[in-house]
């Protein structure tokens, strides 16, 4: 059902701080605005797995190993929440796949970039997930039920994973001259990546005016990029590492860093389908999925055969 009432009657009980369930009257736009953003958010979990795969078996130690193994079983846990909580919108998983093995679907930029070596782990875990988390723990709070419930646990689970990031810099800092540098050159490439994780600037980001107005965001791109900055700055000159910005400064009145100008033809770039990894990503993801289909018409057939059995001892 669509009318004028039920639309109005939608935007006061998100004026109220209501959350909307999946069985709750929602306008067709506000459906597809959430399908688009939670099932980009849920490929960004799982193509994220990629670049930190890549050095479970080079990690330094067993420690280390652990640490990474958990925290990537944790990123794939989290793109299964976030498929979840979107297939409560009438969208199918396989529909998501597929749109997002064409190309129609968008994931995060940043995991088209590639990580080169161990340090890059330490960076993705501070910049990456800790960009993440800003922008997470806002979602929290986002109107539709499913979402905001999914992203509590989610954020449980992300701070573990800054902390790590954070923890494999901070000793590489405290190290060698070459485990220094190598520290403050895995900084120097995922710095910039980080802060377009945030999207383009408000005035710039066709979605934002109806994703404020339905309260899915709780704040904008620039609000939550900026909080980011404001934390990052002060932990990276802690432990020595040195932001790759000459006119980063610190304005005494509002208490908030300005940076350098964002290179958004980058950005562009690499959400087009041309930064340095996106098509080994796609195709990574392309080749796992074929090569998974047996588990899956494993799990099918095996849920026929349970459902057949249910039925006899009814
Ligand atoms: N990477 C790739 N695409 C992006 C990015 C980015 N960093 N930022 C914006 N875009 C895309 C948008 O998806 C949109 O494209 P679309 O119309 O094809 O969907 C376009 O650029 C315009 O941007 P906005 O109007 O600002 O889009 P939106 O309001 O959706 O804001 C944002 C983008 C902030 C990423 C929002 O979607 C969001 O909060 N998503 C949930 C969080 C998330 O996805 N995190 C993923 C990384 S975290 C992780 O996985 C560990």
Known sequence: MHNEHSDTHFQLRIDNGEHIEAKDYMPENYRKHLIRQMSQHAHSEVIGMQPEGNWITRAPSLRAKQILLAKIQDEGGHGLYLYSAVETLGVSRSELIEQLQSGKAKYSSIFNYPALNWADIGAIGWLVDGA??????????????????????????????????????????????DQQAMAQDAMNRWWWPSLMMFGPHDTNSPHSSDAVKWKIKRETNDELRQKFIDKTIPQAELIGLVVPDKNIK????????????????????????????NKQRINHHIKYHNEGEWVREAAIAFKKKHTKKELETV
């Open 250 to 277: 610190l304005n005494d009145n509002t208490g908030h860093y300005t940076i350098s100008k964002i290179n958004w033809d980058e950005f562009n770039r690499v959400i087009s389908g041309h930064g340095p990894c």
């Open 132 to 177: 993440a988390i800003v922008n997470q723990v806002s979602l929290q709070r986002t109107s539709y039920g499913p979402y905001s419930r999914g992203m509590v646990r989610i954020c449980k689970e992300e701070s573990f994973h800054q902390r790590q990031g954070y923890e494999i810099m901070a000793k590489m800092m405290a190290g060698t001259k």
